[in-house]
């Protein structure tokens, strides 16, 4: 080994500091050292002590030099020592070739500060066997981790010497390990042509890492190899061989090394400097072809690396001289000529780059022997006399004489003419025999009748005394011939002539296909036109017959047997019968047939064969057309003619329950929706009227557990509210605060309060239409104790990222990019979302999906949803994004999020969990309530984090509920740090679970919207057949009407992709119809894909029975029926409520939110999810049948938990629950007078 001393104190490696002592004989029995130079010992002191600031290992040396003793105490690095062994390895590399080499080296948390000292000696060793220059060895140097960073490019260091002490001072990074992202980064700056990298040269990849990739490494190497570019891979201790095996070239054993630890390193120095060095990769895939008497054809694949020339050997087996050729490196394959019939040779192909020549690719091929020969281009269906001489020198022996007829050109078999629209016709011919090489099909429209088309033009800048020449033509002529007339001739033209020209109306248009083919499809044909179609066989030497026949393309066809029905006072709903063919799309136009007859449009895709046009005019009545698009044009048009209804009003007004001073009025609903009811009375005889005005104040309203920073209110809830705004007022200073609250809720707690300040509280009652008057309380906060100082809290360790592993939800980012951010604060919150993508595992379709928005004035959408579909691309698109500035419009930017970012367009997944994270440092200028709201309403999980100055009001407003879990809050863009691992928690907890979210009385809860699931909404309900919609349980409400064999149903995969949960809860709210069927019928079915019930709710109308149905774990269907009184009362006829909460031990039947049986039953197998689920299928509907009932569906939601039963806000109605009521039938008497609010519909 080598042992440097040091000149100086310099930390830098120089070769120029350092003095190599090689051990001598004895010195390696007695620890002395030879000096091989020892003028540096006699120009210094009798002692000298010889420092680097590098400290690693300490030598101790007692060296005898004239007479003198110098005790060394030698303190050098690992990297010093391993950097100047190079200088004495016997590896040098030789080569006169041209590489540029880059390493990419993995510089994350989990090397190490020691570990990377190793990688640089490891580094230094590798590079320092290289004749460094810009016409020999370039390297380059990469370092990665979160993100990738060049250290130097290829062209930085122009000799060895300067690359060593690059080398050496080479920083260490700490981050994540991206190596996917790291790959895809040297391709696209450090093999560039303007950093220095050559066109001719061998290029090289060498990635030096520790542990698996974070993101997606597959496509990333791939796109370097394809390039041309050498990969190498070494892992040290952790990495993954087989993401190893996937970076490197083939072969592996040459380009893929790991090893244990980083100590081990070295070990592979030599092997990995010799393969960079002298290793020419050989050709693959050797073929020869075009073989005769005297030459065939060698064809082989090039290997990945640049090759100069390929030298192809070739030699008898049988013994000879070897004959050679050289053909360039861009050239793959060769004749060999002059060689022998009926012999067998042996061919070598080397790659040859300067001079060195790869291992050679092998192969052999043998000469026919002379005894046959092929005659070509003859002349088909042709006699011909053939003779045959053998030549002996100058002899000739006796002629050999034969004919031969040649065979005529055969043509195609029989054509025929199928699947015929009216714009396209497939054709279909038996193929014809021989070697076809193409194949001809001409076709034009037959004649039709003569038209005449006048068409003028004046002739400009003629000359005197000239003759002219007038042609004309046209590609599609609409008559059989026409006229040229000259018109105006100058007057002193002497003569002029005119011809008459005949001309076809329709060219012939022809179309090749391959000879191998039979079919061919003919498009963009005229509709309702008869054509002449023909096929020619095209062989090397000629053309076959031609086959013909007719076809007629059909007329384009308009929809069929309108139908306007379901009319209200404002809307109509229209079908009608598919046209026949490619229909894009119908057109729809309507006006009204009275008054100003403004017509208007409206369209749906060519799928559909329905539409509900909306915002008419009251009792009017309409002229409908439908007409059908295709994609050359308008086909043709259906009329039809309907009638909205007038406003009408209610009917069978009644009084009951007359008292001293008061009486009870009802009535029968108006058959339309109606707003409200507006009542007016007066004692009989008098004319003045007295209108009914329902006060719509809370009562009771008191305050409890006041703090010095908050208190709770809670007061009487009034059975006409839908919410309730809240607000709270100081009285002296600004902190007012205004919430608005769900109807279930009558209590609520303010905090953020000043202490020892009188508060005003006041509560508003609202309904949909209006606003009752306020009710108020006064309460005073405590004054705030005085806190004994504590030392401040041990600083926490830096935090690291957690990996979410198996992660599957549509996050989006909503970051505020408003002036009052500025461009460094901005860069800090492009970090925390580098930093959050960078948890994931899985950024693509299988997993994770981000969008990034950023708004101000208004918002735009950085990328969406489906814009990548790897981990490494997601990242580098968050450090391309600009900063915009602007206003701070946050719910308009919550707006654009749910209307053009959460949606199919834009890449959102049925079924995943949908997670939203805003970032903003201020208040809103607009209302965020409302648009909040409704990302919320739609199951979508919202988190929010505010930055310093915010309304922690407003952030409550947006964020999910609870607020402890979805709100954050830091003191500056510094801190994002303190919050980032549990944010990542919650957002991995909700990615995570096999429900998506929904939203149920004011809570965000796991579980899945079924009607929303089947398409049965208000605005998706019209395009399913057998639905309709119908007033529910109260006027107020909806409900659907699932007709009788109308048998909704939907993929499991679309609903439940992950099956059911272990444990979940079924919400119904329905009611049976007098035409509903006496026979058992599934309200709910999950089949398997050949119709066999895996899980299902089964109502008995004859037994009056409730019955739950699942597979055990062994596959055998296991049911809980229920049959007492409480059950019967569901089959009266009017609107009931049903949880069913399932368990692995017992199944809970609640109706009406009163608990009626628990029962046990065995754990469940989890279903299948290539079968489907439908609503309302009858229990003895097997096989192909689709027979359901009819019953009205108001609610059907599935919570994936036990707990939400007791949840559910029943209490308002249960008192007026009777067993009277249970004989009222089609929901007339009390249920029209009661409000059902409770049942959260």
């Known amino acids: 080994g080598c042992v440097f001393l040091s000149r100086g104190r310099r930390t830098s490696v120089d070769p120029l500091s350092y003095r190599c002592l090689q051990r001598s004989g004895n010195a390696v029995q007695t620890g002395e050292c030879a000096v091989t130079n020892e003028e540096w010992f006699s120009s210094h002191d009798e002692e000298s002590t010889l420092i680097s600031t590098d400290l690693m290992i300490c030598l101790a040396l007692l060296l005898p030099v004239n007479n003198k003793s110098v005790t060394a105490a030698l303190f050098i690095s690992i990297l010093t020592y391993f950097y100047f062994n190079s200088a004495c390895s016997d590896v040098v590399c030789k080569t006169t070739a041209q590489a540029d080499i880059v390493l990419l080296v993995d510089g994350s948390w989990s090397i190490g500060r020691l570990n990377f000292k190793t990688i640089r000696a490891f580094i230094a060793r590798m590079v320092g066997v290289f004749d460094i220059g810009p016409d020999r060895v370039q390297i380059g140097l990469a370092q990665y981790s979160g993100d990738p960073k060049t250290e130097w490019h290829l062209n930085a260091h122009r000799t060895r010497d300067s690359l060593l002490e690059a080398v050496a001072n080479l920083p260490y990074k700490g981050g994540n390990t991206l190596t996917g992202l790291a790959l895809n980064y040297i391709l696209q700056n ?56 996937s970076i490197a070239s083939d072969p592996d054993e040459i380009h893929m090394y790991n090893v244990a630890d980083f100590s081990f390193l070295l070990d592979i120095v030599d092997d990995l400097t010799d393969n960079l060095c002298k290793r020419v990769a050989s050709p693959t895939d050797l073929v020869t072809s075009e073989v005769t008497y005297f030459s065939f054809r060698a064809t082989w694949t090039g290997p990945e690396g640049p090759v100069e020339k390929y030298r192809v050997e070739y030699v008898p087996v049988a013994g000879g001289e070897t004959q050679q050729l050289f053909v360039d490196g861009a050239v793959t394959t060769v004749v060999l000529e002059g060689l022998d019939p009926l012999t067998e040779y042996s061919v070598s192909v080397f790659s040859v780059v300067g001079e060195e020549s790869s291992e050679p690719l092998l192969g052999a091929e043998t000469t026919p022997k002379i005894t046959d020969v092929q005659l070509k281009e003859l002349i088909p269906n042709t006699a011909y006399t053939i003779t045959v001489y053998t030549l002996r020198g100058t002899a000739t022996s006796d002629p050999l004489t034969d004919q031969g007829v040649t065979l005529p050109l055969p043509p195609a078999g029989e054509l025929r003419i199928r699947d015929v629209t009216h714009s396209s016709m497939m054709l279909h011919w038996d193929a014809a025999p021989g070697l076809v090489r193409k194949y001809t099909i001409t076709y034009k429209p037959q004649e039709g009748e003569l038209k005449e088309v006048v068409i003028s033009t004046p002739l400009k800048k003629m000359s005197f005394l000239c003759i002219y020449i007038f042609s004309l033509s046209a590609k599609e002529l609409p008559s059989k011939q026409w006229l040229l007339w000259l018109r105006g001739v100058l007057n002193h033209a002497y003569d002029y002539q005119y011809k008459l020209v005949y001309y076809y109306s329709y060219f012939s248009l022809q179309v090749l296909v391959p000879g191998n083919t039979n079919t061919a499809l003919l498009e963009q044909l005229l509709s309702n036109t008869d054509y002449n179609v023909g096929v020619v066989a095209i062989y090397s030497d000629g053309e076959g017959a031609a086959v013909k026949d007719n076809g007629k393309t059909l007329p384009r066809s308009g929809p069929r047997n309108m139908r306007v029905y379901d009319p209200t006072t404002n809307t109509l709903t229209v079908s009608w019968e598919h046209a026949a063919g490619p229909v894009q799309q119908y057109r729809i136009s309507y006006a009204p047939t009275t008054g100003d007859p ?39 048009e259906l009329s039809g003619d309907g009638q909205t209804l007038g406003l009408l009003g209610p009917r069978n007004l009644r009084v009951s329950d007359e008292w001293y001073t008061r009486f009870r009025v009802s009535w029968d609903a108006a058959p339309a929706r109606v707003n409200g009811y507006k009542l007016a009375y007066a004692v009989e005889g008098e004319l003045n009227l007295v209108h009914v005005l329902m006060y719509l104040n809370v009562t009771d309203l008191v305050t409890y557990n006041v703090g010095y920073d908050s208190f ?18 100081p009285f002296i200073r600004n902190g007012a605060q205004e919430v608005t609250i769900t109807a279930a809720e009558s209590q609520y707690c303010f905090d953020g309060l000043t202490p020892d300040a009188l508060y005003n509280a006041t509560v508003y009652t609202q309904t949909p239409n209006q606003e009752g008057p306020g009710v108020s309380v006064k309460e005073r906060t405590l004054v705030k104790p005085t806190v004994a100082p504590t030392l401040p809290p041990t600083p926490p360790p830096p935090p690291t990222i957690p990996v979410c592993k198996g992660a599957k939800a549509d996050l989006v980012f909503l970051i505020d990019g408003s002036w009052s951010i500025g461009d460094e604060s901005f860069s800090k919150v492009l970090q925390f979302v580098f930093s959050m993508i960078g948890a994931f595992d899985v950024v693509s379709h299988e997993g994770m999906q981000v969008s990034f928005v950023q708004y101000s004035d208004d918002a735009k959408t950085e990328f969406k949803l489906n814009t990548y579909h790897d981990k490494g691309m997601a990242l580098s698109a968050v450090r391309m994004i600009n900063y915009r500035g602007g206003n701070t419009k946050t719910g308009a930017a919550l707006k654009h999020v749910g209307e053009k970012v959460f949606t199919s367009d834009s890449g959102m997944r049925r079924n995943v969990p949908k997670v939203l994270v805003v970032v903003t440092d201020g208040r809103a200028q607009d209302d965020v309530k409302k648009s909040a709201s409704k990302l919320q309403h739609s199951g979508y999980s919202v988190f929010v984090v505010g930055v310093a100055d915010v309304d922690l009001v407003e952030l409550r407003n947006i964020g999910s509920k609870p607020s402890e879990r979805h709100v954050f809050i830091v003191d500056d863009y510094d801190a994002f740090a303190k919050i980032q691992d549990n944010l990542i928690t919650f957002i991995c907890e909700t990615a995570t679970s096999t429900c998506p979210l929904i939203y149920l009385d004011g809570f965000t809860s796991p579980g899945f919207r079924m009607l929303e699931a089947f398409n049965i909404t208000d605005r998706t309900f019209a395009g399913m057949n057998g639905v309709s919609m ?16 109308s048998f909704i149903s939907q993929p499991t995969k679309e609903i439940h992709p992950d099956g059911l949960p272990p444990s979940y809860t079924l919400i119904l709210l329905f009611r049976l119809l007098p035409d509903t069927t006496k026979d058992a019928f599934d309200l709910w079915q999950i089949s398997d894909k050949n119709d066999n019930p895996e899980v299902g709710l089964t109502l008995n109308p004859s037994s009056r029975t409730i019955t739950f149905y699942n597979k055990d774990t062994r596959g055998e269907i296991q049911k809980v029926t229920f049959d007492n009184n409480h059950v019967k009362k569901i089959f009266h006829g009017s609107f009931h409520k049903l949880h069913i909460s399932i368990s692995p031990k017992n199944v809970k039947l609640n109706i009406d939110c009163q608990e009626v049986a628990e029962k046990p039953i065995k754990e469940a197998n989890n279903i299948t999810t290539d079968g489907y689920e439908v609503l309302g299928k009858m229990a003895k509907s097997g096989g192909g049948k689709k027979q359901s009932a009819t019953f009205q569906l108001q609610m059907f939601d599935i919570v994936c938990s036990l707990g939400w039963t007791s949840r559910d806000k029943c209490s308002i109605w249960k008192p007026f629950l009777s067993p009277a009521h249970h004989f009222l039938v089609h929901g007339t008497s009390l249920w029209n007078i009661m409000h059902f609010d409770c049942w959260s519909a």
């Open 190 to 245: 450090n093999f560039k042509a303007n950093v220095g990298m050559r066109p001719n040269s061998r290029k090289i990849g060498v990635l030096v890492t520790d542990g698996k990739s974070q993101d997606d490494i597959i496509a990333n190497s791939q796109n370097l190899r394809d390039q041309g570019i050498e990969l190498y891979a070494i892992g040290v201790k952790n990495a993954d061989e087989n993401e190893l095996r």
């Open 598 to 636: 403004i017509e208007e449009f409206t369209s749906v895709p060519g799928n559909r064969n329905n539409v509900i046009l909306q915002n008419l005019q009251p009792e009017t009545p309409y002229l409908i057309n439908v007409v059908a698009m295709y994609p050359d044009g308008a086909g043709g």
């Open 712 to 729: 709770c209110i809670k007061w009487t809830p009034h059975r006409a509210a839908t919410s309730y705004r809240l607000k709270v007022n």
């Open 1030 to 1045: 119908e007033s529910g349980s109260f006027n107020s409400f909806i409900t659907y009407r699932l007709h009788k064999d």
